[in-house]
């Protein structure tokens, strides 16, 4: 067996990307310029969307998209506790309440049947979390959505590449975020990316984005641009740089070959853990669905694997391999138990979760054998 310590995640960059990087920084134009222009296009026509805004993070984006809608004190943004803490700082940062509902234990996507319940006239927005990859049932969502004249801001972090009923998601719906962070399904670096069919929600992005701007100003040091803007409105530093872009135009080809090797790593998960009484695997839901696996996330049954979720990492860990944790329940965090008065036993399904939740390493590098590596290291640790 390998000593090499196995990541639980590691980003595919191409020999093409890399050149492409050094071109830029040779260039002498590295932040946002010419390459971000062209990854936005290469996006608008990935996600057959008219408006597509880089961004410097996911976590950027949710602001910015939450900022748009206009806020007021006690206006409510509904969401899941299982997620990573940005979906719930933002809704703060925006000035909204967050309010959230418990998960599906089959899917540990928002649970759509207790969604209805959560809405009141303060509600303005519902941010869906698309987790792991595995898209959120959409028809019910939005239906209520339209019905009660509610926003939706999906958080697609983890779902590039998804599709729900043979739309990929980010080409329908309201408005979308997704992540280009390292450990996601495509990356620049860091960065990120809003897509949605509002114009004005569009112009107002682009303008928080880059310091209240009123007009497209990357150039206004070149020769052919112009010193000449205004400011509107107190903007943000939210911008793609082209280093970043100079990756992701590379890696936006490269998407689906990414995606193919998930799902067959995902799979191999799937039918080698079929029969472990340690673990309840990801399941699929009834709709129909195309599952990008940004990660694999099985639940560990502690009572027949004789030993905790952490325990098993520490394992893994021992034994040269990486895992991970997405997510411990955001209500459970200081913050959020004290500024919203949440706590244990408010949302049971997410808390089981969050307590048996890991993810194992899946990566496109990944080979056969490095599975191979994660599977016996399983079998030795449950004997």
Sequence with gaps: MSDEFLPFSRPTISQNAIDDVVAC????????????????????????????????????????????????????????????????????LAGGKPVLVDIDPRTLNMDMNALEDAINDNTRVIMPVHFAGLPVDLDPLYELANRHGLRVIEDAAHAIASEYKGKRLGSFGDTQVFSFHPNKNMTTGEGGCVVTRDQELADQIARLRFHGMDRQAWNRFAKSGSQDYEIVMPGFKYNMMDIQA????????????????RIELAERYQE?????????????????????????????????????RDQFMSEMKENNIGTGLHYRAVHLYP?????????????????????????????????????????????????
């Excluded at 100079?246 to 090797?261: S, V």
């Excluded at 099985?298 to 009572?303: F, H, K």
Aim: with cysteine; glycine share 4%; net charge negative.
């Design 246 to 261: 100079a990756i992701g135009i590379h890696q936006l080809r490269e998407l689906d070959g990414f995606i193919a090797r």
């Design 335 to 383: 913050y959020y138990r004290q500024a919203f008065d949440f706590n244990p036993g408010d949302f049971p399904h997410a808390e089981d979760a969050c307590e048996r939740i890991v993810s194992l390493p899946l990566f496109p590098l990944m080979t056969d054998a490095d599975h191979d590596r994660v599977l016996d290291v399983m079998y030795k640790i449950f004997n």
């Design 25 to 92: 920084l040779k260039s002498g134009w590295i932040t946002t310029g010419p390459r971000v222009t062209q990854f936005t296009e290469d996006l608008k026509t990935y996600f057959k969307a008219p408006y597509v805004l880089p961004i410097a993070s996911a976590t950027a984006g949710l602001h910015l998209a939450l900022l748009a809608m206009n806020l007021e004190p006690g206006d409510e943004v509904i969401t899941t506790p299982l997620t990573f803490a940005a979906t719930l700082n933002t809704i703060v």
């Design 272 to 308: 080698a853990l079929s029969d472990w009484p340690q673990w309840t695997l990801p399941s699929k839901p009834d709709y129909d669905h195309y599952h990008s696996w940004h990660l694999y996330t099985p639940l560990i049954n502690e009572d027949v694997a004789n030993m905790n």
